[in-house]
């Protein structure tokens, strides 16, 4: 498929939709890609992933399976 072709087809495609928070949520990413700006992290979440980084520096993190464990007890309950 070309880049025209794809174009059109997404064109197509977003012309059916009808939900406005759709709509802004795709405009902010189509702003995003072709403002060439990136994501700004907010004080909070920069918070957070230093966080998440001294955990994981400590080994207190769960593997995958640990977790989905701990997820499907929990759902039991």
């Known amino acids: 498929m070309t880049v025209s072709e794809l ?10 939709i ?8 795709f405009k ?3 702003h995003a890609h072709t403002s ?3 994501y700004q992290v907010s004080e909070s979440e920069r918070s957070l992933i230093s966080e998440s980084i001294e955990d994981y520096k400590k080994g207190s993190v769960l593997t995958s399976d640990s977790a989905f464990k701990r997820t499907g007890e929990w759902l039991k309950e």
């Open 28 to 30: 902010e990413m189509v």
């Open 7 to 16: 174009q059109n087809d997404i064109i197509e495609k977003l012309l059916t």
């Open 36 to 38: 060439g700006s990136l």
């Open 18 to 25: 009808k939900d406005k928070t759709t709509l802004k949520l």
